[in-house]
């Protein structure tokens, strides 16, 4: 799903990411590390955000930087933050925002919003003001607005950092469940990066350790207890 | 804008964005058309009531949106009263202000009746005859869409901005807010252009 080898990523001249050789091919991904690691730098070359300076990149077949159509096809971001997500007026609007640009007509388009809606719980929720919603139901929506276009791999940057422990767990429900996406999720959330297949371990813009999730959380914890 | 549209299944929310644009503004022109006399104003004010009340939002619902809107506007028409009724005398006073409350109720049935993705469509469509001159009408019609969604979340921030300054023991400011603000602010428009991007919207 994801490949890469000796990336290396910049922010002006500061790296964040160098020397990064990663193969995940597990259905879900926890991505952990202190603030500051490289975790959210990246999740967003991974989702073609930031462009690398360095080493060889594939997601899901596709090179960000030379086919950003086709990854956008592909690969849908969530990020910690709803309200930077949510930018149409409505519940369902801000859902057919994200079937633009595959300029469906309408009747499907509100076909799929209406399926999408129904599976993530909002349906009651279709024509309320977006930006009114609680804190939860945002993420939610911002969810919403990622999967309605199915995508093949969704990135998440710590989707539960504002949530409550109800909603957390809900938000992960549904990042977890099995649809027929890969997930790779960074988290703060160990509880969240458990339930998932595989880890990944930052620090200082390096990997550190991956693999099996319970392997690499329990380094996490045993370092943090250090 | 950010009132939303009211769900219904009426004729006007049936009708196409575009045609409604048109008759809406057609009837807009006629209400401000009419002379400036005590006749104007029952004419103006039942033209718009009757248009709420048969516009498919049921007439219930129709007369207490009126209501709403009229709420809403109601400094708009103290002022407007106020100037008229100084200058102008009591009957053109009266008159005009309805006129003014009638078009505004009117235009006011576009966002009502019309959901934010079909307003979307229609204006992006208005827009293709500037795409010569190099406006990109989709860019245009969701900068705009953009902008006015930013309102309630840029009134969020500055409340926090407020709330932070308090929690610091300051009274809160507007120079000294000015620039927390607006670093915020940046920040809000970043994320949302990394989430635009994401959602493969250029």
Same mark, same amino acid.
């Given at each position: 799903m994801i490949r890469c080898d000796d990336l290396a990523v910049r922010l002006g001249d500061r &790296?964040? %990411? !160098?020397g990064v050789t990663l193969d995940l091919d597990a259905r879900t991904t926890a991505v952990i590390g202190d603030n500051g690691s490289g975790k959210s730098s990246f999740a967003r070359v991974v989702a073609g955000l930031v462009r690398r300076s360095a080493g060889e990149l594939s997601v899901c077949g596709v090179d960000p930087d030379r086919d950003a159509t086709a990854l956008r096809r592909r690969v849908a971001l969530v990020l910690s933050n709803p309200d930077a997500q949510i930018v149409m007026p409505t519940v369902s609007d801000d859902v057919a925002l994200s079937l633009k640009p595959l300029r469906l007509a309408r009747a499907e388009r509100d076909r799929r919003v209406c399926i999408a809606l129904e599976r993530f719980g909002l349906s009651a929720l279709a024509?309320? &003001?977006? !930006?009114? %919603?609680s804190g939860g139901q945002k993420q939610l929506l911002a969810l919403c607005g990622a999967f309605v276009r199915a995508p093949d791999l969704v990135v998440a940057d710590e989707p539960t950092a504002y949530l409550d422990a109800r909603n957390a767990r809900i938000v992960a429900d549904h990042l977890l469940a099995e649809t027929g996406h890969a997930l790779v999720v960074v988290t703060h959330d160990l509880a969240l990066a458990r339930r998932c297949e595989g880890a990944v371990l930052f620090d200082d813009g390096r990997v550190v350790a991956s693999g099996a999730a319970a392997d690499v959380v329990g380094a996490y914890e045993a370092a943090l207890a250090c | 804008m950010l009132s939303l549209s009211r769900p219904g299944t009426g004729w006007l929310h049936r009708m196409p964005t575009g045609p409604k644009l048109v008759a809406l503004s057609l009837a807009t022109i006629a209400l401000a058309a009419?002379? +400036? +006399?005590?006749?104007s104003v029952p004419v103006a004010l039942g033209a718009a009531a009757i248009l709420y009340a048969v516009a498919g939002m049921g007439a219930v619902a129709g007369v207490r949106e009126l209501g709403r809107q009229v709420w809403g506007l109601r400094w708009l028409l103290a002022v407007t009263a106020a100037g008229q009724l100084l200058f102008l005398g009591s009957e053109a006073a009266a008159a005009n202000t309805a006129r003014v409350a009638a078009a505004l109720l009117v235009v006011g049935l576009v966002p009502l009746t019309t959901p934010v993705a079909a307003m979307l469509d229609a204006l992006e469509r208005g827009l293709r005859v500037l795409r010569p001159v190099g406006v990109d009408p989709a860019r245009a019609a969701l900068l705009w869409t953009v902008a006015l969604t930013t309102i309630p979340v840029l009134a969020r921030l500055a409340a926090e901005v407020r709330d932070a300054q308090r929690a610091r023991g300051l009274r809160p400011s507007f120079v000294r807010g000015a620039v927390p603000f607006l670093v915020v602010a940046l920040r809000h428009a970043d994320d949302v252009g990394d989430a635009l991007a994401a959602r493969g919207i250029r």
């Open positions: &790296p964040v %990411l !160098h024509d309320r &003001p977006a !930006h009114d %919603l | 009419l002379p +400036s +006399s005590w006749a």
